[in-house]
């Protein structure tokens, strides 16, 4: 077992201030893989210190400083790959045909992006006597869930360093080996003293003071909709800017017309990947009652196609959930699919056959689900989806919309330009039409309860920038 001893602060490897210390579980084996440092309240002070004294001199380094350190952080990533695919494989049972590419490479993509666009801060905007610049906006505290350690963390990681930004980051309890790693790259490349700084610990202690302090100029927060409200009214006294990536129900809007088999294997897939725990996940299926059935027949043959089982398995395409907290929550939302009323058409409340040890759940799939039930208005957060049948194309789009999240949609209709006029209707920030996927060159975010930030693409950039005006005396 990996015992992790020190935080990273100032560009120094140093002990917590308390000797307590979390324990990683590895949630396909249920035993303990890792130790980290808890930090508190005293650590997280030091860390903002320390990003508080770097920020100046990273925020005056040319464009080209940062994007070289930036390109050389991600060929270490590249060099240590296997490093990062173990570190999602043990920490949250990720199976390692999938680690690299659902976590890893499009963080090191991302990086590069960034790297690429550094040279945005310099561009000015001048009409007559006003002239506009962009400045780095401070200070950032990062907070982030388990569900994409590294990728959550590069969202936010790469915009700031390429705006100038200082860095305080904390990541999720049960997956923060990643941003370990992280740390020992940047050591390594010769990022300044304090412009990224880690502090391993639980959220509900140390969240509430990395986002309040008055020190702290902005918070990016990923996570629960229930915490991204705490870590918004723990920000309000010091006014600080508040980027929240929340929760999703997102539906899947198939048409009469659609190439069925592809759209409906197209949206089992995207609800099993990650073992269901995307936020962005497509997991309301709308299929017109006229193709209702065979919508349902395809989707039971799709899931049955999954491997679940151990994660270390090539051939597995599966792995358990995150942990079993979270393996309990999701059975405790099919039970409830269960009473309700909705067809269990496939997976259910017992593990897969062979794998009662570990935090596994089989792919799940409820037909008959109508628009009230729970599991259809909640996240569920693991691999179960909800098939719902609609009548008409204007209650396809209602249902759609009828949901206190808007984090992303998608659409399968006849052709491309069928899907674009019903996918400008949806009240979501990303919407994949004819089989579209996530791609780090696309703003992310969300409509509603799922946030207000946009993560990735031009726009991820923009987070991290103040715009200032200087204006002379007119003619
Ligand atoms: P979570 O809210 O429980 O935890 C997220 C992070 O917040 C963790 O680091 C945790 O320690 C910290 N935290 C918990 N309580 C806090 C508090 N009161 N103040 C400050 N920090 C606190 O979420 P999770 O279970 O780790 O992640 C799953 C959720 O994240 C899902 O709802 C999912 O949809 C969402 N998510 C959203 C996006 C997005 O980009 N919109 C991406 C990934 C995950």
Redesign the pocket.
């Known amino acids: 077992m990996k015992s992790i001893e020190s935080l990273y602060i100032g560009g120094r490897w140093c002990p917590a201030n308390s000797s307590e210390t979390i324990t990683v579980i590895n949630p396909a084996t249920e035993q303990p893989c890792a130790t980290i440092p808890k930090a508190n309240e005293q650590d997280v002070i030091r860390a903002i210190e320390a990003a508080r004294a770097a920020f100046d001199d990273w925020a005056a380094s040319s464009a080209e400083t940062r994007a070289a350190l930036m390109l050389a952080t991600a060929d270490e990533m590249q060099a240590r790959y296997d490093d990062l695919v173990d570190a999602h494989v043990s920490s949250m049972g990720c199976p390692v045909s999938l680690a690299g590419y659902l976590h890893i490479d499009a963080a090191i993509e991302g990086l590069r992006y960034y790297a690429a666009r550094a040279a945005r801060m310099d561009e000015i905007s001048e009409q007559e006597n006003v002239t506009v610049i962009k400045e780095p906006i401070g200070v950032c505290a990062f907070?982030?869930?388990?569900?994409?350690p590294l990728h959550?963390l590069m969202?936010k990681l790469a915009p700031a360093l390429a705006a100038g930004c200082t860095i305080v980051t904390?990541?999720?309890?049960?997956t923060p080996l990643q941003d370990f790693i992280m740390a020992e790259i940047f050591d390594k490349v010769g990022l300044p003293a304090g412009v990224f700084n880690l502090v391993s610990g639980?959220?509900?202690e140390i969240?509430?003071l990395?986002?309040g302090h008055p020190q702290v100029d902005m918070v990016s927060?990923?996570?629960?909709?229930?915490?991204?409200i705490?870590?918004a009214l723990?920000a309000a006294d010091t006014v600080k800017r508040v980027c929240q990536?929340?929760?999703?129900k997102s539906p899947l809007i198939i048409t009469e017309d659609a190439d069925l088999e592809a759209a409906v294997r197209y949206g089992v897939a995207d609800v099993m990947a990650n073992t269901g725990?995307?936020?962005?996940a497509l997991t309301r299926m709308l299929v017109p009652a006229s193709r209702y059935n065979e919508a349902v027949d395809i989707a039971v043959a799709a899931a049955a196609e999954q491997r679940v089982g151990d994660p270390r398995d090539p051939e597995v395409t599966m792995g358990p959930m995150a942990s079993n907290r979270?393996r309990e929550t999701v059975i405790g939302y099919i039970e409830q699919g269960i009473k309700e009323g909705a067809r269990l058409v496939c997976g259910g409340t017992q593990a897969p056959s062979g794998l009662e040890q570990g935090a596994y759940v089989q792919p799940t799939i409820f037909a008959d689900v109508t628009p009230d039930m729970t599991i259809a208005r909640e996240?569920i957060?693991g691999p179960v989806l909800c098939m719902i049948s609609y009548d008409d194309p204007e209650d396809a789009i209602a249902i759609a919309n009828d949901s206190i999240y808007g984090?992303a949609a998608g659409v399968y209709a006849k052709d491309q330009a069928s899907a674009m006029a019903i996918a400008r209707r949806l009240k979501a920030g990303q919407c994949y039409t004819q089989g579209g996927y996530f791609t780090i060159k696309a703003p992310?975010?969300?409509y509603k309860q799922?946030?207000n930030g946009r993560?990735w693409g031009e726009h991820g950039l923009d987070e991290f920038i103040e715009t200032k005006a200087i204006i002379g005396p007119s003619d």
Request: net charge negative.
């Open positions: 907070i982030n869930p388990w569900n994409y959550q969202g904390k990541p999720a309890e049960q639980s959220g509900r969240g509430p990395m986002s927060f990923t996570g629960s909709t229930a915490a991204g705490q870590v723990s990536e929340l929760g999703g725990q995307t936020c962005n979270q996240e957060f984090l992310f975010g969300g799922s946030g993560e």
